[in-house]
């Protein structure tokens, strides 16, 4: 039985066993309703004439949790939407209902019908065609539906079918708007200059890491016809190349307007944070020094194209659903164009071809902006650097106003990618989507011609088969932002909810902030504490754990994020940030104890399936001597006798079974992953000679795994053979003593350097249970201004932004 009858089954209201376990997704097609009733307000005289009706769209509901909805068809009582609603369902089902909401301006979303259907549909992995369901004119609980009153005239037309997590054998994600591409090339690349690693093989060999920054400035060198670039921020005096020092490199900015005058097609697409602005008698570099009005200086009256734009995003919509507060509403309301940002970190550039004269297209795609304190490579230096490669490139973000004579520096970790071939051209729509959207005047339709002959036709431009990677690129965008954008595509969720079920063994994560799934918070309730951070990513993960632990599988989850985000940890946002993080990590651990307890193995501990790193670094030696008159801030004379400091994790990637790559600009946060927040890029590469398949399900030993491998020398300065197997509890145990020497030498009162790299056991104490607390009460020498690990809540207007 897929749909529940109402008048039948009320005794057990469709519900399934509470050992029915369910991993899958719903694929719901809302086609239209008919003989709505009319609930819209008539207030007479002139609203009369109007004849207003019912504003109706389709609200799915799974387990009383608001899940995705229909568009709003306004002024309709026979709405036609034919619309395709994901809906994911993971644990019990109890019950999945369809509510026909009407979408009132002045009232909020009023009720005006539903159905439901049933759970024990998914024991059949059944599907049904197009088919008319009767309404229900009562909202009540779905084991009392036989009370409310049936219509005789209103239905819901949709179509369904259900995929199971344990069929997700395609590394192709299907809820995306773009799809994978066959014919690709990928290089990988963490930080943005490389020095020599202890020695990782793959099948193939010798891994051979990436030299980011070196090969972005050659691209830009060669290129004959085109550069496109997208980013939060750019640096017009930025150099790409520092070494040897002996050289005068040249800048980002002369080289741009260099190639420009050599006929290069340059536009530059970047965001315009609204509160930075230069009125010539007076400027402001904005609360995130982005250099946007900068740049534009710069490169005025050149041949150089930038635009400066801001982010529009309808975010603020979204975050008042279910939100009563009048505050949170004002301050959502005042952030629509303030608060959001263009997050995206592409280039295009055009490049010589292994063969012919005509030129290819490669796109780079990641989380590094070409902009100051981004320049940094795996040793993650505090002071040696300051005079040498980071000179004139001081970054220093988490003690603010500190003398950069005498550091120490903020170190920056990121990943990056390099694609060829026909993931290239998506990226290339990407830019020119936005380009048209937000460009405005004459400007908007001068883009390169790709119908020029020196460039390889797009039919043409893939790259051998002995090297060919599949590569799919999602977004977070809305239409604000994009052309052939009908409202809000969120395929960086999508793809996260994709890989994150179909992975078998293990999955490797780095990422800048780490919150989410708000609705399993134990803080959380709809009406009086709804927290905008709702989407899925942390559940995901947790419960792809519990899945494991309740089959009596090996599963292990490595997430490495900052020991704090950048700024003061003791301030406001920060201190917000940090708590909704805490309450993440809670839920999380909570639903990996109580799976432990109820299925087991005895004796196993949460961290043997779900580890939290941070990476920070010291360097023993003797505090410089200050010349008399110079004033250090007591903070930085203490970072000085301490030497130490975290190495900011800025990374936005996830690594699945050693066999799939997910790398781009979005984070695990609501902001990135809301599709109507920031706008966002990712592309997921696999690379075709060493998938799980062809492997007989044993993890892959291809690029992949190296460049993982290379990641984990690195972070724990060496290679062992037991990291090939990162799933095995013995290899997360290893790991797990590895971080917890690192953090032991990281607080320890003797400066000394860490013993196996840099990668440090997070400064959480999880219990047996789950239960999660606090290591240290606050960061090492933020004690004094009392920067909780925990965080505090934030005040209700923060809580857009910060989430």
């Known amino acids: ?10 005794s057990t209201g469709g519900s399934i066993p509470t050992d029915n376990f369910i991993s899958g997704t719903l694929i719901l097609t809302i086609h239209a309703a008919c003989d709505l009733p009319n609930t819209a307000i008539h207030c007479g005289g002139f609203c009369e004439s109007l004849q207003d009706k019912t504003d109706p769209y389709v609200r799915v509901m799974v387990n009383g949790k608001k899940g995705p909805r229909t568009r709003t068809i306004p002024n309709d009582l026979n709405p036609q939407w034919e619309e395709k609603l994901i809906v994911h369902l993971l644990g019990e089902v109890k019950s999945i209902d369809l509510q026909i909401k ?53 239905k819901l037309s949709i179509s369904a079918k259900f995929k199971p997590s344990d069929e997700l054998t395609s590394t192709e994600c299907p809820y995306s708007a773009y799809p994978q591409r066959a014919g690709c090339g990928v290089r990988l690349y963490h930080d943005a200059h490389m020095i020599k690693l202890p020695d990782v093989y ?30 939060w921020s750019i640096w017009p005096e930025l150099k790409l190349k520092r070494l040897p020092l002996e050289e005068d490199h040249e800048t980002l900015g002369e080289l741009l307007v260099r190639k420009a005058n050599e006929g290069v097609c340059v536009r530059l697409l970047i965001w315009d944070d609204a509160t930075s602005f230069d009125l010539g008698f007076y400027k402001s570099d904005g609360l995130m020094a982005t250099h946007d009005e900068e740049s534009v200086k710069y490169f005025k009256d050149t041949k150089v194209m930038i635009e400066i734009v801001p982010c529009s995003s309808a975010g603020f919509r979204h975050n008042l659903d279910g939100v009563t507060s009048i505050t949170s509403k004002l301050a959502a309301n005042l952030g629509e164009s303030a608060n959001f940002t263009h997050h995206q970190k ?68 990121d990943i990056h ?27 908007r339709n001068q883009l390169f011609n790709w119908s020029d002959p020196a460039i390889l036709p797009a039919a043409d431009d893939v790259v051998p088969a002995n090297r060919s990677w599949s590569v799919q690129m999602f977004r977070s965008i809305d239409y604000r932002s994009a052309i052939q954008v009908l409202d809000v595509e969120k395929g960086c969720e999508e793809a996260y909810i994709y890989h994150i079920r179909r992975a078998q063994k293990f999955i490797y994560m780095e990422n800048q902030y780490f919150l989410g799934s708000s609705t399993h918070w134990a803080i959380f309730d709809d009406k009086k504490n709804n927290i905008p951070c709702k989407h899925r990513v942390p559940y995901e993960i947790a419960m792809r754990i519990v899945r494991a632990i309740r089959d009596g599988q090996r599963f292990m989850v490595y997430i490495v994020i900052p020991m704090y985000s950048e700024g003061e940890a003791h301030t406001g946002v920060l201190q917000g940030i940090l708590f909704w993080q805490s309450q993440t990590v809670k839920m999380m651990y909570a639903l990996v104890g109580k799976a432990i307890e109820e299925h087991g193995p005895k004796g196993a501990h949460p961290t043997d399936y779900l580890l939290f790193c941070c990476p920070g670094k010291r360097e023993p030696g003797d505090p410089p001597e200050i010349p008399e008159g110079v004033t250090l801030l007591p903070k930085q004379e203490l970072l000085l006798k301490t030497r130490r400091h975290q190495i900011y994790v800025h990374s936005k990637m996830a ?30 590469c696999v690379e075709d000679a060493h998938t799980m398949e062809k492997t007989g399900g044993n993890l892959p030993q291809g690029q992949v795994s190296g460049f993982r491998l290379s990641l984990w020398a690195e ?21 797990r003593a590895m971080a917890e020497a690192n953090w032991a030498a990281f607080v320890a009162d003797e400066c000394q350097a860490l013993p196996h790299g840099h990668l440090m056991k997070y400064p959480y104490r999880v219990d047996a249970q789950g239960g999660v607390t606090a290591a240290v009460e606050y960061f090492p020498d933020l004690e004094d201004v009392k920067a909780y690990v925990l965080g505090t809540r934030c005040p209700v207007a923060l809580e857009l932004m910060t989430t």
């Open 1 to 10: 039985i897929f749909f529940r009858n109402m008048g039948q089954h009320h």
């Open 655 to 684: 690594l699945f079974d050693d066999e799939l790559v997910l790398i781009g600009s979005c984070n695990i946060n609501q902001r990135s992953m809301d599709g109507a927040r920031d706008t966002e890029i990712a592309v997921a």
């Open 102 to 154: 009407d979408d009132n301006a002045m009232q909020g979303a009023g009720f005006v019908a539903m159905t439901s259907l049933t759970p024990e549909f998914f024991a059949n992995h059944d599907k049904i065609s197009k088919m008319w369901l009767p309404l229900y004119m009562q909202k009540v609980a779905a084991d009392d539906m036989v009370k409310s009153a049936e219509s005789d005239t209103a």
């Open 202 to 231: 793959t099948a193939a060999g010798l891994y051979q890491a990436g030299d980011l920054w070196n090969d972005i400035y050659d691209s830009f060198a060669n290129a004959q016809k085109v550069i496109y670039i997208t980013g």
């Open 417 to 443: 990618s390099k694609v060829e071939g026909p993931g290239a051209r998506d990226v290339i729509h990407n830019f020119e989507m936005r380009w048209k959207r937000q460009v405005r005047g004459a400007r």
């Open 715 to 735: 972070h724990l300065g060496t290679f062992e053979h037991i990291f090939k197997a990162p799933h095995t509890l013995q290899c997360a145990q290893r790991v």
């Open 346 to 413: 592409t280039i295009v550039v055009d490049e010589a071809a292994e063969y012919g004269e005509a030129q290819k297209v490669v796109a780079y795609v990641g989380g590094l902006d070409i902009c100051d304190g981004r320049y940094d490579n795996p040793d993650h230096p505090l002071f040696p650097t300051l005079d040498t490669e980071h000179k004139g490139d001081y970054h220093q973000c988490c003690i603010l106003g500190t003398d950069e004579k005498y550091g120490p520096r903020e170190p920056w970790h």
